[in-house]
């Protein structure tokens, strides 16, 4: 009978796993408040640890961002007496240096203090150990139920194999990051401001006029385009301690070109609070994509707190946990012979060099959540 049930249980999580989700898009805080947010991770995988700091928009939209809290005292301490200071590399973004990383055991607490002199806190976190990945399995696959056009037709699924620890009460989560080279740094039809390394939003053609079509600028400079996992994927070992688990799904590739696919695959051990934490806000947005869209019933942070009001809310977390990290390469040749990649138009078009000049105009890579300057770990063309 417990066999019967651990196989309904993984096949429900593999249909929940591959199924669309309706992304949530366009909604008010509640009372159209503005939160401090936090996102902060802290793992043993030696590399930046970051911190982003920001205040959220009391009213979220596809087109509004959070505002960046920027000249604040980012630090982090350990039960030992250790602490490092992290840096604000970009407005409101703040890491340690590349080869700082937490070591599985000791317990960390995260600091902020911002230029008004409010101070915040993390309650203490315990990094947990986390079992390795014994294999990734990468399936071409085609769904019969979209057309050929439809992007969701064709592509890769992406599982692992992992050993469950033999300790009872383990929690997991899964997260993936991809890297892709970007062409344009840019895509404007009021032109590009300089000063403000985006798009403008006042016309800088004659008599106030708007580009017919958009003008796409390519990057003046190395520039990668950064994506995550837009659900949760989380587990807990309830129906399964210590055993062998295969074929666990992490993400669908998309077959939108015949290029290598960059991935990074991070194997998690999480607590029970962050668990029961993030099986809430998941409960609630099915898998609106971040800790902060959310609707009316706001997850507001387990553990972060203001050290002169606890009352206050707070989005976000501190994530305190032991990670494996894998990085794999796609090779979007195999398997796929037959069927053409299926990928979005690229609308626009460039501008000519100007007089004398060998290129067109460029636009900044500007470093932020979503774009860097920094070649990835691993990164091969």
Request: aromatic share 12%; hydrophobic share 30%; net charge neutral.
């Amino acid at each position: 009978m417990a066999t019967k049930h651990l196989l309904l249980y993984f096949l429900m999580m593999t249909l929940g796993m591959w199924s669309c989700v309706t992304e949530i898009r366009d909604f008010e805080q509640i009372g159209n408040n503005s939160f401090l947010t936090v996102e902060a991770t802290l793992s043993n995988q030696a590399g930046a640890q970051r911190v982003i700091v920001s205040y959220s928009s009391p009213s979220i939209t596809i087109n509004v961002e959070n505002k960046p809290v920027q000249k604040a005292l980012v630090f982090i301490t350990d039960d030992k007496g250790s602490r490092v200071n992290l840096t604000e590399i970009v407005n409101g973004i703040y890491e340690t240096v590349p080869t700082y990383k937490g070591i599985v055991g000791n317990i960390y607490t995260l600091h902020i203090t911002l230029p008004n002199g409010k101070k915040y806190e993390s309650m203490p976190e315990k990094m947990i150990a986390v079992p390795l990945i014994d294999k990734i399995d990468t399936k071409f696959v085609v769904k019969t139920s979209y057309s050929l056009k439809d992007a969701r037709s064709v592509g890769y699924d992406i599982t692992l194999d992992f050993k469950d620890s033999p300790e009872p009460n383990q929690y997991y989560q899964w997260k993936w990051t991809h890297y892709e080279r970007t062409v344009y740094c840019a895509k404007c039809n009021l032109g590009y401001d300089y000063s403000l390394s985006k798009c403008s939003t006042i016309s800088r053609y004659p008599y106030g006029q708007t580009s017919p079509e958009l003008i796409n600028y390519k990057c003046g400079e190395q520039c990668f385009d950064v994506s995550f996992s837009p659900t949760y994927n989380i587990l807990s070992d309830n129906l399964l301690n210590g055993q062998q688990v295969r074929n666990y799904p992490i993400v669908r590739v998309p077959y939108d070109g015949r290029t290598l696919y960059y991935l990074k695959i991070e194997q998690r051990a999480i607590s029970q609070k962050m668990y029961r934490y993030f099986r809430s806000i998941k409960d609630v947005t099915q898998g609106s994509g971040t800790l902060f869209d959310v609707p009316a019933e706001t997850q507001f942070s387990p553990n972060i707190f203001a050290v002169d009001n606890p009352n206050e809310r707070i989005l976000g977390a501190f994530e305190v946990f032991g990670a494996e990290e894998k990085i794999i390469y796609i090779d979007r040749l195999i398997g796929s012979d037959g069927y053409s990649p299926v990928n979005s138009p690229d609308f626009g078009r460039e501008l000519p060099p100007s007089p004398g000049a060998l290129n067109g105009p460029r636009a900044n890579c500007v470093e932020g959540k979503y774009r860097s300057t920094k070649e990835p770990k691993g990164w091969k063309e």
